[in-house]
């Protein structure tokens, strides 16, 4: 047998065969087997017909209906036995087959571009420091409140702490109401800082069952609103005391407002310090990505974007894509995205062999001791999880990753100024702790 490797481009190869008869003698013996097991021929049970009658009978045309399984059995011993890892599977290209004499097929496959990997160390990055002022815990507490409020139904909104329930109907210039355009059910919370004050003096004092016409301001335009009030409830904030500070903490740790303050802050600095340090992680991939412009294979990207349809439909309890999901465009606007991603990958896999960066069981240890006390799962559960678990090794390996660029990369402070910080507040109720790594978990 004799082969011969075609360059196509960077992620594409070419391998043609070309193969004596000779050759594919125990090729065809396979195929003439297969179709023993099927055959029948008067004055044989099926599957008992001698094979040197089958050949006689219909040799040609099983030897050139199996030429396609002959290929890719040549195919799958030749990437055995040169240690060649495609992308995907390989498609067949051409074939020409001279019948007693010769076969010759092409296949074509994606592979990994080899590339010269870019500067990686030193790298020069921003890095946003997040001060947290006054008015930034103070938000924080009242968030806290507002989100364990309670509510009492009364009959008008005498002041700001109120939420009111609405008919909205919108009105065209004649006064007369538009048809289709009502929402029903609407609440608005007269103390949402996201409300403008003339939306707010419009709403103001309203009863229940009353009826208004208000403008609303859509960009530039403002448009005519006929306005029922269905209900409104009188927003009942719980006081910060101890029984407060138990139910958000879940423990009796803070026993005053000095020292859930105190609480507020530490928590708001540790979330924006993980903000932060994720934004240089994510700089530091950025510039790496920029200066390493290698092609990507199709075969990855089309992986990712798998992916990212699982993700959609992982949203859905049943598992299942919404009704009216658009595949083709959904795969077409992520596209970029994924293109990116598999680029990172590449990227990243070159570093970890340059640096070889590596993960030992020893050093997963610690990872288990902790997360089996702190999902309460015995420890050597919790060990056969995450040991048996590739994707815990390979998270592992990425963070090990990250922090050896973030340690050689040239990182550059900067302050955000007090209103782009209440812009970007990230709240520490909305924190949510991560489950423990599980086998279902799957390695993009």
């Not at 097929?105 to 571009?113: C, G, N, Q, S, T």
């Not at 955000?416 to 812009?423: I, S």
Request: proline share 4%.
């Amino acid at each position: 047998m004799e082969f011969k490797i075609n360059t196509v481009d960077q992620c594409n190869q070419e391998v043609e065969f070309e193969i004596p008869y000779a050759d594919l003698a125990t090729h065809f013996e396979k195929a003439f087997s297969k179709f023993q097991k099927k055959a029948t021929v008067p004055g044989f049970r099926k599957g008992k017909v001698p094979i040197s009658m089958l050949k006689r009978l219909y040799g040609d045309d099983i030897e050139k209906g199996s030429l396609e399984d002959v290929a890719n059995d040549i195919f799958r011993d030749y990437l055995k036995e040169n240690n060649v890892q495609p992308l995907g599977e390989g498609s067949l290209i051409d074939m020409d087959y001279e019948p007693k004499i010769q076969l010759k097929f092409k296949v074509k496959y994606e592979i990994r571009p080899e590339f010269e990997l870019g500067e990686y160390k030193g790298i020069e990055v921003t890095k946003t420091i997040y001060p947290v002022n006054e008015k930034l815990i103070d938000d924080e507490v009242k968030y806290m409140q507002a989100k364990n409020s309670t509510y009492e139904e009364v009959d008008k909104a005498d002041g700001d702490e109120f939420v009111l329930t609405l008919n909205i109907q919108k009105l065209d210039d004649a006064g007369l109401p538009v048809i289709g355009e009502v929402d029903k059910g609407v609440k608005f919370y007269l103390n949402d800082n996201q409300l403008s004050e003339e939306l707010k003096t419009q709403l103001s004092g309203f009863a229940k069952d009353e009826e208004r016409v208000i403008n609303i301001a859509h960009e530039k335009h403002s448009h005519k609103y006929k306005v029922n009030c269905t209900k409104v409830e009188k927003v009942i904030q719980p006081e910060l005391n101890e029984e407060f500070f138990k139910k958000i903490y879940h423990n009796d740790d803070v026993k005053d407002v000095e020292a859930f303050r105190a609480r507020v802050v530490q928590d708001l600095e540790n979330i924006y310090k993980n903000v932060a340090d994720q934004e240089v992680r994510n700089n530091i991939v950025n510039e790496l990505i920029k200066v390493n412009d290698i092609p990507v294979p199709d075969t990855l990207v089309e992986g990712i974007l798998d992916s990212y349809v699982d993700e959609v439909k992982n949203k859905n309890p049943k598992r299942e894509l919404p009704h009216d999901f658009n595949m083709d465009e959904f795969r077409k606007t992520r596209r970029v995205d994924a293109v990116l991603q598999v680029k990172w990958y590449l990227v990243r896999d070159k570093i970890i062999e340059a640096e070889k960066i590596e993960v030992s069981d020893a050093e997963l240890e610690p990872i288990i001791e902790a997360d089996s006390k702190k999902y309460n799962i015995p420890i050597e559960k919790m060990r056969n999880i995450y040991v048996n678990n590739p994707d815990v090794k390979y998270r592992l390996l990425d963070d090990k990753l990250m922090d050896f660029l973030v340690a050689n990369a040239k990182i550059k402070e900067v302050e955000k100024t007090e209103e782009n910080v209440q812009d970007e507040t990230i709240s520490v109720e909305d924190e949510k702790e991560p489950e423990p790594e599980t086998k279902k978990n799957k390695k993009k």
